[in-house]
């Protein structure tokens, strides 16, 4: 695997090496020893799907707070996501700061979310199908969130949502709650 640096640290796009003959081609998408090896958490607990019938679906920004934080790889395998990365981490160099990678079934690559960061994608095409992995378990209490379209992020996406959660479309802009935001990730 190749794992790509972004301008978030500990994010990472991860690249299969794909060994293609006339069959097609074989390509690792996890490793442990190899996430081990490039500085990143082999520990992985549960892993999820999300099935987005519209172009233009809009999921998150989503986290976890402490003690349940989580480092997210996400993968489309099905259709194609525009998948944002916003750092959340107070002591971060690049706090407030998001990356965007574009995922397709066809490119294979993975993007990883470590924790203290958000994660939110817009789908680019209809039954859309993303895959992600999660280093704990899913706690219902400690889900949080961040306004999709808060202006402190200044996030382009693609287009205009046409699905969003209502819990989605109601989470506050971090302006209006600083102070709740930065101790849900403590």
């Known amino acids: 695997m190749i794992f790509r640096e972004t301008d978030i640290p500990g994010a990472r796009v991860v690249e299969p090496e794909r060994l293609g003959d006339e069959r097609g081609f074989f390509a690792r998408t996890w490793c442990a020893r190899e996430f081990e090896q490039a ?3 082999p520990r ?5 799907v999300s099935f987005n019938r519209e172009r233009g679906t809009l999921r998150g920004l989503h986290y976890q707070a402490a003690p349940h934080r989580e480092t997210r790889l996400v993968r489309c395998t099905r259709g194609a996501i525009h998948d944002v990365v916003v750092d959340l981490r107070a002591d971060s160099p690049t706090h407030l700061e998001h990356v ?3 995922l397709t079934a066809e490119n294979r690559l993975a993007l990883y979310v470590p924790e203290g960061c958000a994660h939110g994608f ?3 095409e209809d039954d859309t199908e993303v895959f992600y992995q999660m280093t704990e378990f899913y706690e219902s209490s400690a889900g949080r969130g961040v306004r999709w379209d808060d202006p402190a992020f200044g996030i382009e996406w ?16 971090l302006g209006q709650d600083a102070v709740s935001a930065a101790g849900t990730l403590a």
């Open 39 to 41: 500085g990143l958490s």
């Open 44 to 48: 992985l607990v549960q892993c999820s």
């Open 100 to 102: 965007a990678v574009r």
């Open 122 to 124: 817009q789908t680019l």
């Open 158 to 173: 693609p287009l205009e949502p046409t699905t969003m959660s209502e819990r989605d479309r109601s989470y506050p802009d």
